[in-house]
């Protein structure tokens, strides 16, 4: 058993898999909670997405790529800010055509490279291939994330749940989501280095998504996400070291079996309350369906 | 140290003001092909209990909302006890129908009352014992305490207006717009209502609560002002002292 596990340790780029796993799933697993609940699932999956043009100019250019994603990803962050703001296109509908189009060009840059195949690992991440210039930064970014949320945890807290209490206090709603997007184009960028800019929503969605179903409390909600986010991660390379197969889809993966379990238990739970406990006299106002 | 969410926050109150000034308000949403208020001109007293009734679609939680300073009209002023809207945030508490609010959001209710006391902390700052003592007395005024540690999507329809209420007295706000406050409620929250409100106009508070029901002229209301199709159809002023049976 033992020898299973420390048998990938043996090789430095398995370390450092599982170090960049474990930061990237802090600052994931902490921002996804914010994510779900303000119903941002898909300005994240978005944002990821748009990424990929600023990827792929940096790597034609010679630029860092690193730099070139975080430049692309805070552009697309206050353009989509800006979109959201503004009601004349529903949403949705605006931020899937921004989302659609910069993909495109995208991959359109990318195959003008003519080394496709290079550039692959944009899409679905190369955690095993991580440098160690690359891993500092990741790592202060995986920890300013959950500081920078902690600080400003009231206002979004707030903002999530009664945006007009947060109005008639003089608190900016608009302000506060500029935050945390550009907080989370931060959070993609690491990601994106894990997983590629096609799973990363994932990571940042299914841990956070997870715990929701198992504590009603948002500290903890966290808490219980990273720890699911970080498991992903060591279990998902683990699993993509013994069967050779890729790590981003591995660690996506066991997000999702995670998701899965957490599910049956939710669902093993409230069967269980709804059995022992009496029905309640007045029930107007409970909301016991899951996300 | 307090970063103020808004920097006109400390102005002062303009001595003798009415709590509440709206002349000849227009607002309209945007895309509407009308305006949602006609001119509407009311005016209510420091330490008075006034009621805004209209049918549904009259423009009553509108213009709760223009006073509060989430919609912004296009003609007319509004003063809050002499200032305008923004000019003193913290004085102004606002309890939005429930629907506004999401409640399925992992908050407690201590944490949804703990809100009323944002305003006063600014940005970042967090709440220390002393906003903690005065979260704890608002759940309790509003007999709130067994339920604190519960999260607000797993109260009932009156304790969840109960917590709202909560909240802005822990605000220690001088006015507070109630929007529908007692629609769908049990028999006991309006009794608690009914007891904390005529508190606070014991205080000098201003109440100004909207609602459907048409009953509340004999509700003993101080002043009554009735809307219909966003237009101010008329102001009642009551006389004398009166028991607030309807909250």
């Known amino acids: 058993m033992l020898e299973i596990i420390f048998e990938p340790l043996r090789f430095g780029f398995m370390r450092t898999g599982f170090l960049v796993a474990i930061l990237v799933s802090i600052a994931c697993s902490t921002i996804g909670v914010y994510v779900v609940y303000r119903r941002m699932a898909f300005i994240g999956d978005a944002l990821a997405h748009t990424v990929l043009p600023g990827l792929v100019v940096a790597y034609l250019i010679g630029m860092s790529m690193f730099g070139g994603a975080l430049v692309a990803g805070l552009a697309s962050s206050l353009a989509i800010g800006r979109i959201t703001q503004n009601k004349s296109v529903s949403e949705d509908t605006a931020i899937g055509i921004v989302f659609a189009g910069m993909f495109a060009l ?72 500029y935050i945390l997007l550009v907080l989370l184009a931060f959070t ?25 179903l198992l504590t009603r409390r948002l500290v903890p909600m966290m808490a219980l996400s990273t720890v699911f986010g970080a498991l992903s991660g060591v279990i998902g390379l683990y699993a993509s070291y013994y069967f050779n197969a890729a790590s981003g889809a591995a660690i996506v993966l066991t997000c999702t079996a995670i998701f899965a379990i957490c599910a049956v238990l939710e669902w093993a739970m409230r069967n269980r309350v709804y059995r022992d406990a009496p029905p309640p006299a007045d029930s107007a106002g409970t909301d016991l369906k899951p996300l | 140290m307090v970063i103020p969410y808004s920097l006109r926050r400390d102005r002062a109150a303009v001595a003798g003001a009415p709590a509440i000034e709206t002349r000849h308000l227009r607002l309209r949403y945007p895309g509407a092909e009308q305006d949602a208020l006609r001119g509407v001109s009311i005016s209510v007293p420091q330490g008075s209990c006034a009621a805004l009734i209209g049918s549904n679609g009259s423009g009553k939680s509108t213009l709760m909302k223009a006073v509060c300073g989430i919609l912004r009209a296009h003609q007319g002023t509004i003063r809050i006890a002499g200032l305008p809207v923004g000019g003193c945030h913290h004085r102004v508490a606002y309890l939005p129908q429930r629907g506004e609010i ?146």
């Open chain 1, 106 to 177: 995208g991959i359109f840059l990318m195959s003008r490279t003519g080394s496709f195949r290079e550039l692959a690992h944009m899409l679905f991440g190369n955690i095993l291939g991580i440098p160690q210039s690359l891993l500092v930064w990741i790592a202060m970014i995986a920890f300013a994330i959950p500081v920078l949320l902690f600080l400003f945890h009231k206002e979004l807290e707030l903002t999530s749940y009664d945006p007009s209490h947060a109005e008639v206090i003089g608190l900016r709603v608009d302000t506060v989501r």
């Open chain 1, 188 to 212: 993609i960028v690491t990601a994106i280095s894990a997983v590629g800019v096609v799973l990363t929503s994932a990571l940042i969605i299914t841990p956070a998504a997870a715990a929701s």
């Open chain 2, 102 to 247: 999401n409640w399925r959001f992992p908050v407690t209710v201590r944490r949804l009352v703990m809100a009323g006391r944002f305003v006063h902390l600014g940005w970042i700052r967090r709440p220390g014992p002393h906003d903690y003592e005065i979260v704890d007395r608002a759940l309790d005024q509003l007999k709130m305490c067994e339920l604190a540690g519960r999260q607000i999507g797993m109260l009932s329809g009156g304790q969840q207006q109960r917590a709202l209420l909560a909240r802005a007295l822990a605000q220690d706000a001088e006015v507070l717009l109630l929007d529908e406050p007692l629609t769908g409620v049990d028999q006991s929250t309006r009794h608690v209502f009914e007891r904390v409100i005529n508190e606070l106009i014991r205080r000098r508070r201003t109440v100004l609560a909207a609602t459907h029901d048409t009953s509340v002229r004999e509700a003993g209301y101080d002043v009554i002002f009735q809307l219909e199709e966003g237009e101010l159809q008329e102001s009642e002023l009551q006389e004398g002292e009166h028991a607030r049976d309807h909250f």
